[in-house]
């Protein structure tokens, strides 16, 4: 399976790129959403995505919108990673179409527990 | 019995010392309810009595042990998946069959800790049979009174909602306050928590539809797991249900029971249909 992680702070790229590497996934990395959805275009396309919220250029909440306003890419699960945590934020990217949404700081177990109420939990990984 | 001010202090020392995490005051229902399961392996009569043990006799393996129980993770909503799914996609249904009559329902959570089972539960049901207007009642309960006063709260850290519950639920059933989470009124009410010694008399409790045992039995002797069995078939209504932890089985233990596949989980079933 396939992670494009998006965020602008590369220490936090790597914390999340590695922990889906440990659990079988293979990553690709994006510091803003336009540079996601760069990414996107080039193909092929991702399983999953993990969107930060708040980045240069573009924001996650507008890459989740433009992401969902094209049909090619509706096979993409995404989560938001993010330390917005207020209730209507999680409320606005949901309706936006994300699919789950995990709060910094997070431990990689929670990150687990969140692919696997997607589905998106490779084989053989976890408990 | 609550936790000794100087177990606490003694258990807070031992974790900082061997893990840096630093446990502060208030935290003695954690240190509580993460130890409940050590002392009972060790026949201790409460939590304080088997730190002491611990501390007036070292003993390198039960440190051991006392670290990795505090510095385990957070209890998972939904923890394991599975069972709740095989209660909310078969169990419940076949339930609103069977008891179309009454339209009422009954769960034990039995080892019910910070409460994210029974609050787990009582969302599913809020989802569903509630919904559609039919009583429901989740008696939650547990052998620590701290852990009851957190559970009875309903209030979650980040790092606890993080855990397991799908962000839908999170923003349908839980208010923020503060930096936490509160769990809505109309799920609280659902759910009844009580103090409850596993070998003591459950005659207080009532008949349930089904009971969630899990992850408890492992932690007792052979002889208390089947008087704990037995009297757990005699408060399920005919027909009831119980969960028990993957690890755990009634084979062996009491026979009196069948295990019914559902999805990828087993439920056990009083042989007969029970009573």
């Given at each position: 399976m396939k992670a494009l992680v998006v965020d602008d702070s590369r220490a936090m790229r790597k914390i999340i790129a590695g922990a889906l590497r440990k659990l079988g996934y293979e990553t690709v990395e994006a510091a803003d959403g336009a540079e996601a959805l760069a990414v996107l275009q080039a193909g092929p396309l991702p399983d999953l995505a993990t969107v930060d919220w708040n980045m240069p250029v573009m924001d996650g909440l507008t890459f989740v919108t433009q992401v969902r306003a094209n049909?090619?890419?509706?096979a993409l699960t995404i989560m938001m990673v993010t330390t917005e945590a207020e209730h209507g934020q999680i409320v606005r990217a949901l309706a936006a179409g994300a699919h789950e949404y995990l709060i910094k700081p997070f431990t990689v177990d929670a990150l687990e527990e969140k692919l696997g109420l997607l589905g998106l939990l490779p084989e053989g990984a976890g408990a | 019995m609550a936790l000794t001010p100087a177990a606490f202090e003694w258990v807070c020392t031992l974790v900082r010392r061997e893990s840096a995490i630093v446990l502060e005051r208030g935290k003695e229902y954690l240190v509580e309810s993460r130890l409940v399961p050590l002392a009972r392996a060790a026949g201790a009569a409460d939590v304080s009595a088997y730190v002491d043990g611990v501390r007036l006799r070292p003993d390198r393996r039960a440190q051991t042990a006392i670290v990795e129980a505090l510095t385990t993770n957070e209890t998972s909503w939904y923890r394991d998946g599975a069972p709740f799914q095989a209660f909310a996609t078969s169990v419940v249904p076949a339930l609103k069959q069977a008891r179309a009559s009454t339209r009422s329902l009954r769960i034990w959570s039995a080892a019910c800790s910070t409460g994210q089972e029974p609050y787990s539960l009582a969302i599913s049901l809020a989802d569903s049979v509630v919904a559609e207007g039919w009583r429901a009642e989740i008696v939650a309960t547990d052998l620590s009174t701290e852990v009851l006063e957190k559970a009875k709260a309903g209030r979650y850290s980040q790092l606890e909602v993080n855990r397991g519950l799908p962000a839908p639920l999170l923003v349908r059933h839980f208010t923020r306050v503060g930096t936490q989470w509160q769990v809505n009124d109309d799920i609280r009410r659902l759910v009844r928590f009580s103090q409850l010694n596993?070998?003591?008399?459950?005659?207080?409790l009532g008949q349930f539809d089904v009971v969630f045992l899990r992850n408890v039995l492992i932690y007792f002797d052979l002889q208390t797991k089947r008087d704990i069995l037995t009297r757990v078939r005699r408060v399920l209504k005919p027909g009831g249900y119980l969960f028990l932890g993957?690890?755990?089985?009634?084979?062996?233990?009491?026979?009196n029971w069948d295990r019914e596949p559902v999805g990828r989980v087993s439920v056990h079933r009083p042989k007969n249909g029970g009573q």
């Open positions: 049909r090619e890419y509706r | 596993l070998t003591s008399p459950y005659t207080l993957g690890a755990e089985t009634t084979l062996g233990v009491d026979d």
